[in-house]
């Protein structure tokens, strides 16, 4: 009944759309944990520190200085300093504040500019792994995601020649992520102005660089996209504070782009969402005026967990494992585990292998398959290092 009435009311569009796997596994495992199965949560990619005081203390003075009636749809304009100071500061980018526009999580960000460029029959470019919401976000669209693969080998990079190869007349886009999520791959400036170059030959093809993880870097220097001159008119530079300053729940996500772009996503997000949270927003120029070594501890302690399981996981027979530069996930090829039964489970994929581990092992992670990567399954260790022990502990156990 519950299926014909959707097939009834729901358009295809719906109908069609898979569900978000990093969210349905994190509300998977909340279910669980509601009852009382003590499930071990490495699927969403959360850092699990408090939010700083002096970004705490910003919003609370926002509250108190009665920030509360709609804001700008675009955002506050002080934000928007604060935005274009930081692109010049971090990424040498120069964007005036009628470039940039503010939104609920960079997510929102990337939905704009999906939905303000992409055309029923239009081709976007993703390199795998890539993140699952992209390719959800062009079909809704009704474009059409080409996928470029790669695997651990490449480390989970792909070539300027190896994307080449995917375009067609039809190509509109090429969505760049790095640091990547879920590899944690991280492309150096050398690959990326390579990757530039080649462009220089397809003058409209537009570029959207995911940038979310810029900060969660474990050495290699973080190089934009737009940063390559010849590029700039073409980027789109996406970016927010979630990841680096453990903002998730704040939902502040901002742009870079030509300004025709920019008032394109403006529009859109007036008939939609409207401006993001007042005092989100107040919050965000407190965390992006700060020194970067305020947030210092937090990426040298993810850089801790994640020396921490690779040696865990290097013990567990059939984890081929990358080491990944930046994010904080990692990306093991657990293929050698399809085909086998194990504790009574059939494993024939990386969708079962995670089911298995919630199941088995009650350790909540996220299928490669929704990445592009059926080899593969996403761990998340943005955990205490308790958490992750304790997972890798069972995980072990379970085999
Ligand atoms: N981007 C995070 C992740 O991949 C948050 C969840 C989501 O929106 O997909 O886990």
Redesign the pocket.
């Known amino acids: 009944m519950k299926t014909s009435l959707m097939n009834k009311f729901l358009t295809d569009k719906v109908n069609n759309l898979a569900a978000?796997a990093?969210?349905a596994m994190a509300a998977k495992a909340r279910e669980l944990k509601s009852k009382g199965i003590d499930i071990i949560g490495l699927s969403?990619?959360?850092p699990d520190f408090n939010i700083p005081d002096f970004i705490k203390q910003a919003a609370v003075k926002a509250i108190n200085d009665n920030y509360n009636s709609y804001t700008p749809v675009d955002g506050y304009l002080d934000l928007k300093e604060a935005i274009s100071r930081k692109f010049l500061r971090d990424n040498k980018l120069s964007y005036s504040t009628n470039q940039i526009v503010v939104s609920t999580g960079a997510?929102q960000s990337i939905a704009n500019v999906v939905e303000a460029m992409i055309s029923p029959g239009d081709e976007v470019i993703l390199l795998a792994p890539f993140?699952?919401?992209y390719s959800a976000m062009i079909k809704i669209c009704g474009g059409v995601p080409v996928v470029v693969k790669s695997d651990i080998g490449s480390n989970f990079k792909v070539t300027a020649s190896e994307i080449e190869y995917h375009i067609t007349s039809k190509t509109k886009m090429i969505i760049i992520n790095s640091p990547n999520?879920p590899s944690g791959s991280v492309y150096n400036e050398i690959e990326l102005r390579e990757i530039g170059k080649m462009l220089e030959n397809y003058p409209e093809i537009f570029i959207l660089s995911d940038e979310i993880y810029e900060h969660i870097n474990y050495g290699l220097e973080h190089f934009s996209f737009a940063s390559i001159r010849e590029m700039y008119n073409r980027t789109i530079t996406v970016n927010g504070v979630a990841k680096a300053f453990a903002m998730t729940g704040w939902r502040i996500g901002y742009l870079g782009a030509p300004e025709w772009l920019a008032k394109a996503c403006v529009k859109l997000q007036g008939q939609s969402t409207s401006g993001a949270n007042c005092i989100a927003q107040k919050a965000t120029i407190a965390a992006l005026d700060a020194n970067i070594d305020r947030i210092k501890y937090m990426i040298d302690e993810f850089s801790q967990r994640k020396k921490m399981i690779i040696n865990l996981l290097s013990n567990i027979k059939g984890f081929k494992l990358n080491n990944p530069d930046g994010a904080f996930y990692i990306f093991p090829d657990i293929s050698y585990f399809f085909g086998k039964t194990i504790n009574g489970f059939e494993i024939k994929n990386s969708t079962d292998f995670s089911l298995f581990l919630l199941e088995k092992a009650h350790v909540a992670t996220v299928t490669g398959e929704a990445f592009g990567a059926p080899n593969n399954i996403r761990i998340?260790y943005a955990a205490s290092r308790e958490n992750i022990k304790e997972a890798i502990d069972r995980i072990k156990s379970v085999f």
Request: aromatic letters at 8%.
């Open positions: 978000s990093t969210l969403l990619g959360e997510k993140w699952v919401s999520n998340s």
